[in-house]
């Protein structure tokens, strides 16, 4: 019995465009709950020295505008804050800027994840010595790890100014949310950091890059635990490895995703406008004013949205890709085709030329 051929791999760029599609269509849905965990790990409570409990004690007037005076208890007391004092709109303060960074650190990310696997894929051939059609093993989950961790660090330093604005934007006071994508990069360049402002947090970046590392370090590790070597996908099924990838990549990084919006995030008031340096700084500062479990605030719209986003996101990208292989397998076809009856006419040219080049 004749092995079934292997289907031809996506470039690049077809399987960057299917991320980043996937990415925005996920991000879209649930941008609310971004929202709330956005504002939800930029907040500080503070610890009664009299009670073990913790406590939100608001800012005092003279440090802040009534607005930044907003604290919430959970997702639910954010969203209806929100809908209360901004409406609907609110829900989806800084959806352009977001969708913008999302698409480019998905593509990006889907780019250079394609590219450190086939050349990763080519050195274990060569290593190996298997021929162009022998099946590779699959690699070990410390490789995957370290395939998705190169790829997202490649990616965070051309996307991460995107991020910086989305998040400034997010938790802006509600007399500057209408600052557009432009405008609120220039007040980021203006700041005492100058245009390295734009690259804050990016250690913290570097850092994170350990998230999307596991998440499809895990997904393709638990493809093949549940699917075996099966090279297409159910739409449940990709939504089902992407939601459990998410959530225990998220569960494994959330304190340094606290300590990343706090850096790119404007500084509570209670530091009087210096800004945090480092995430190490960011977290002892949580830990000091809310405790330890303050450095997970926010998991459940953290745990929530990456489920939702990376669900939906391998499922889209998914389909995206088997529409993309389609496109290119009829492309092909019709090259062929025209390219047989370019040989067809010369061969016949040729022909008809033979009896006048022997008179």
Not at 255 to 283: D, H, Y
Request: no cysteine.
């Amino acid at each position: 019995m004749s092995a079934k051929p292997m289907p031809r791999p996506l470039p690049p760029w077809g399987s960057a465009v299917a991320g980043a599609t996937g990415a925005v269509l996920a991000n879209a849905m649930v941008y609310p709950l971004d929202i709330v965990k956005t504002r939800l790990q930029v907040q500080i409570k503070h610890r009664p020295s009299s009670s073990s409990s913790t406590t939100i004690v608001p800012p005092t007037p003279s440090t802040t505008s009534p607005e930044e005076a907003e604290h919430y208890t959970s997702t639910l007391d954010a969203l209806s804050k929100i809908l209360s004092s901004d409406g609907l709109p609110g829900l989806y303060s800084g959806l352009s800027s977001s969708l913008l960074g999302v698409a480019s650190t998905n593509f990006a990310y889907f780019y250079w994840y394609s590219i450190v696997r086939t050349l990763y894929s080519s050195y274990q051939r060569r290593h190996l010595s298997l021929a162009l059609s022998a099946p590779l093993p699959p690699p070990s989950t410390a490789i995957e790890l370290s395939l998705g961790a190169l790829a997202g660090a490649i990616a965070q330093v051309f996307t991460i100014p995107v991020a910086v604005i989305t998040t400034r934007q997010q938790t802006a006071s509600r007399r500057e949310r209408k600052k557009g994508l432009v405008e609120t990069g220039r007040e980021v360049v203006e700041s005492e950091d100058g245009w390295t402002g734009l690259w804050r947090g990016l250690k913290a970046s570097l850092v994170l890059v350990v998230n999307p590392a596991i998440t499809y370090g895990a997904y393709e590790r638990l493809r093949i635990v549940f699917f075996g070597t099966r090279t297409r996908l159910r739409p449940w099924e990709a939504f089902f490895l992407g939601a459990l990838s998410k959530s225990l990549a998220t569960l494994a990084t959330q304190p340094l995703i606290v300590a990343k919006v706090g850096l790119q995030s404007r500084p509570p008031p209670s530091r009087n406008g210096k800004p945090f340096k480092t995430f190490g700084e960011v977290m002892a500062f949580v830990v000091h004013h809310e405790g330890l479990f303050a450095l997970f605030k926010g998991i459940g719209p953290q745990i929530t949205k990456g489920l939702l986003v990376q669900g939906v996101l391998m499922m889209v990208k998914e389909r995206v890709e088997i529409l993309f292989s389609l496109l290119f397998a009829y492309v092909r076809t019709i090259r062929a085709a025209k390219l047989q009856q370019a040989a067809e006419m010369a061969a016949s040219r040729a022909k008809m030329a033979v009896p006048v080049l022997t008179k």
